[in-house]
């Protein structure tokens, strides 16, 4: 087998692992979103959905999807990444909301266009950190 070959299949993994886990940190973030929302105002409900599958999605990204130890370094390039997804999703969150998307979907299509581009930028920092440090 290729270089090539395994690297695809190493990817396609990652990327598998990465479905799963998403979806996990996703169920978490929306959940809580849909029970605050009825409570206090959509963005802040938003955020505090964003910051606890935060925490999850760390965890998981590291030891399961990149199969890399957590560390300082990965953690803060992970929340680098994030805080950039962050302002991604919730400047998503209030187009699709201005666009006249109900509040119970509007997140979907936030996720839509987040969880393709938040993988690249934490495959970056997770690949990133590893060969650092191995040198």
Known sequence: MEIKDLLKRETLGELFRFGIVGVLAVAIHYAIYW??????????????????????????????????????????????????????????????????????LAPFCVFCISVPTNFLVVRFVFKHFKKKSKQ
């Not at 925490?55 to 950039?84: D, K, M, P, V, W």
């Open 35 to 104: 029970i605050l929302q009825l409570w206090i105002n959509v963005n802040v409900a938003f955020t505090i959905g964003y910051v606890v599958s935060f925490f999850a999605n760390y965890y998981l990204s590291a030891h399961f999807t990149f199969r890399e130890h957590t560390s300082a370094e990965n953690g803060a390039g992970f929340a680098g990444a994030h805080i950039f997804n962050y302002f991604l999703q919730l400047g998503l969150f209030n187009f699709f909301l201005w666009l006249g998307v109900h509040r119970f």
